[in-house]
């Protein structure tokens, strides 16, 4: 599994942006896929989850109610529209897949930089 993010860039706080990622060589419907993010500093954090068949979504309590995620099956991507941008929503983010095999999420893009300006 392969997977290429981008759509992102500098946005002023209270803006929006959407980024996108390409999930190639995905053979299976069963588990998720995701977005995580890591500022600089700090860990790896989860911002959303969807389910690849059914797009039953979760969402980390930071973005509830600013970040959708979304996923287009027969483009093989999945997409996170995120508005009401901060400043602290600054980091690099990851698109991720969870694995067949064990449900955990082994296969991750190279990040696309998000920078909100305050």
């Known amino acids: 599994v392969q997977l290429q993010a981008s759509g992102g860039g500098l946005v002023q706080a209270g803006g929006s942006l959407t980024l996108s990622c390409v999930v190639s060589?995905?053979?299976?419907?069963?588990?998720?896929v995701g977005w995580f993010r890591q500022a600089p500093g700090k860990e790896r954090e989860f911002v959303a989850g969807?389910?690849?068949?059914?797009?039953?979504?979760h969402y980390a309590d930071s973005v509830m109610g600013r970040f959708i995620i979304s996923r287009d099956k027969g483009k093989n991507t999945m997409y996170l529209q995120m508005r009401s941008l901060k400043p602290e929503d600054t980091a690099v983010y990851y698109c991720?897949?969870?694995?067949?095999?064990?449900?955990?999420?082994?296969?991750w893009g190279q990040g696309t930089q998000v920078t909100v300006s305050s």
């Open positions: 969807i389910g690849w068949l059914r797009g039953s979504t």
């Open positions: 060589g995905r053979t299976y419907d069963e588990n998720q």
């Open positions: 991720t897949s969870e694995s067949r095999e064990y449900g955990t999420f082994d296969y």
